[in-house]
C-alpha cells in the first residue's frame, strides 16, 4: 500500500483517515451486543474442550486464566491481612491501656460492618477514583485495588484473637522475666511474644486465602472487582448467566472450581492447625 493512500487500515482497532487515526474497535468486547453462537463442550483434550462463549472464547483457558487472579488476589489479600492483623495485635495487646483501648476501638468499629456490606461499599467508591494515599496509587481497575479492599475488611477477623493471645501471653512467666531483666519491648516483641503467635498466623492462612477468594468472586461477580480485560472466576459466572440454560457448563464450571479450591484450602488449614497443636495431636490418639 502506497504511503499518499488516504485510508491505512491497522491490526490495533485503529484507521488512518487523511492522516487521523481512528478507533473502530474497543480492545474489549465487554458490553457489546458482538458475538459468535458458543459452542458446547467437546470432552477431547485440545481446543474447546469445555466449550465457548457466546464471544467465541475457550472456556476452559479462561477458567485457567481467570483462576491465576482469583487465587493471586486470595493469596495477596490473605498476606496484606495477616501482616496487618499481627502488627496491630501485637501492639494493642503488648501496649495495653490508652493505646490498646484507641485500636480496640478501630476493631469495633470495622467489626460492626458486615464483610460483605464494607467490602461492596469500598469497591464502589474507589472503583471510579482509584486510591491515593501518599506514596500509595492505586488506579481504578487495577487488581491491586481488589487486593487492598479485600486485605483491609478481614484484619479485626485476625487481629482480635492476636491480641487476646497476646494478652495472655504477656502474663506468663517468661514475659515477665525478661521484662523484669530490662530487656526492651522490640527484644520482648521479638524473642518472646512473635514465636508464640506465628503458630496462629500461620493457621489463619489457607483460611484468610479462602475468605479472600470467595469475597473477590463475589465482588467480581458483581461487576465491582476484577476489570475487563482482566478475568476471574467470579466475572466469569457472571459472563456465563445469560448461557445458563443453554450452555451451563460456562457459568457452572468456574463455580466449581471455586468450591473446590474453598474445602481444600479449609481442610488444609484444618491439617495445619492439628499439626501445630500438640492437645489436638494427644486427643486424636485416645
Same mark, same amino acid.
Given at each position: 500500500?502506497?504511503?499518499?493512500?488516504?485510508?491505512? +487500515?491497522t491490526?490495533?482497532?485503529t484507521?488512518?483517515?487523511?492522516?487521523?487515526?481512528?478507533?473502530?474497535?474497543?480492545?474489549?468486547?465487554?458490553?457489546?451486543?458482538?458475538g459468535?453462537?458458543?459452542?458446547?463442550?467437546?470432552?477431547k483434550?485440545?481446543?474447546?474442550?469445555?466449550?465457548?462463549?457466546?464471544?467465541?472464547? #475457550?472456556?476452559?483457558?479462561r477458567?485457567?486464566?481467570?483462576?491465576?487472579?482469583?487465587?493471586?488476589?486470595?493469596?495477596?489479600?490473605?498476606?496484606l491481612?495477616?501482616?496487618i492483623?499481627?502488627?496491630?495485635?501485637?501492639?494493642?495487646?503488648?501496649?495495653?491501656?490508652?493505646?490498646?483501648?484507641?485500636?480496640?476501638?478501630?476493631?469495633?468499629?470495622?467489626?460492626?460492618?458486615?464483610?460483605?456490606?464494607?467490602?461492596? +461499599?469500598? +469497591?464502589?467508591?474507589? &472503583?471510579?477514583?482509584g486510591?491515593?494515599?501518599?506514596?500509595?496509587?492505586?488506579?481504578?481497575?487495577? &487488581?491491586?485495588?481488589?487486593?487492598?479492599?479485600i486485605?483491609?475488611?478481614?484484619v479485626?477477623?485476625?487481629?482480635?484473637?492476636?491480641?487476646?493471645?497476646?494478652?495472655a501471653?504477656?502474663?506468663?512467666?517468661?514475659?515477665?522475666?525478661?521484662?523484669?531483666?530490662?530487656?526492651?519491648?522490640?527484644?520482648?516483641?521479638?524473642r518472646?511474644?512473635?514465636?508464640?503467635?506465628?503458630?496462629?498466623?500461620?493457621?489463619f492462612?489457607?483460611?484468610?486465602?479462602?475468605?479472600?477468594?470467595l469475597?473477590? +468472586?463475589?465482588?467480581?461477580? &458483581?461487576?465491582?472487582?476484577?476489570?475487563?480485560?482482566?478475568?476471574?472466576w467470579?466475572?466469569?459466572?457472571?459472563?456465563?448467566?445469560?448461557?445458563?440454560?443453554?450452555?451451563?457448563?460456562?457459568?457452572?464450571?468456574p463455580?466449581?472450581?471455586?468450591?473446590?479450591?474453598?474445602?481444600?484450602?479449609?481442610? &488444609?488449614g484444618?491439617?495445619?492447625? #492439628?499439626?501445630? #497443636?500438640?492437645?489436638?495431636?494427644?486427643?486424636?490418639?485416645?
Amino acid at each position: 500500500m502506497s504511503k499518499t493512500d488516504p485510508f491505512v +487500515s491497522t491490526i490495533n482497532g485503529t484507521v488512518v483517515l487523511d492522516g487521523v487515526e481512528v478507533q473502530v474497535l474497543q480492545q474489549s468486547t465487554e458490553g457489546l451486543k458482538l458475538g459468535v453462537n458458543p459452542i458446547g463442550p467437546t470432552w477431547k483434550i485440545g481446543p474447546y474442550f469445555l466449550g465457548a462463549d457466546n464471544q467465541g472464547r #475457550d472456556v476452559a483457558a479462561r477458567l485457567l486464566y481467570g483462576g491465576t487472579n482469583t487465587l493471586l488476589i486470595g493469596f495477596a489479600a490473605a498476606a496484606l491481612t495477616l501482616i496487618i492483623a499481627t502488627l496491630v495485635g501485637v501492639i494493642a495487646g503488648y501496649s495495653g491501656k490508652i493505646i490498646d483501648s484507641v485500636i480496640s476501638r478501630i476493631l469495633d468499629v470495622i467489626w460492626a460492618f458486615p464483610v460483605y456490606l464494607l467490602s461492596i +461499599s469500598l +469497591s464502589v467508591v474507589l &472503583l471510579t477514583s482509584g486510591f491515593k494515599w501518599g506514596p500509595i496509587s492505586l488506579e481504578a481497575g487495577s &487488581l491491586y485495588l481488589p487486593i487492598f479492599i479485600i486485605g483491609l475488611v478481614y484484619v479485626p477477623y485476625v487481629a482480635r484473637p492476636i491480641r487476646g493471645q497476646v494478652l495472655a501471653l504477656r502474663e506468663r512467666e517468661f514475659v515477665k522475666a525478661a521484662i523484669g531483666g530490662g530487656a526492651k519491648n522490640s527484644t520482648i516483641i521479638f524473642r518472646e511474644i512473635l514465636p508464640n503467635v506465628i503458630p496462629s498466623v500461620l493457621v489463619f492462612i489457607p483460611l484468610m486465602v479462602s475468605l479472600a477468594m470467595l469475597t473477590e +468472586s463475589a465482588l467480581s461477580f &458483581l461487576s465491582i472487582g476484577v476489570q475487563a480485560p482482566d478475568a476471574s472466576w467470579g466475572t466469569i459466572i457472571k459472563d456465563g448467566l445469560g448461557l445458563l440454560y443453554t450452555r451451563p457448563i460456562v457459568a457452572l464450571a468456574p463455580g466449581l472450581f471455586i468450591v473446590i479450591t474453598a474445602v481444600a484450602l479449609n481442610l &488444609l488449614g484444618d491439617a495445619v492447625r #492439628d499439626a501445630l #497443636d500438640p492437645k489436638a495431636r494427644l486427643r486424636g490418639a485416645f
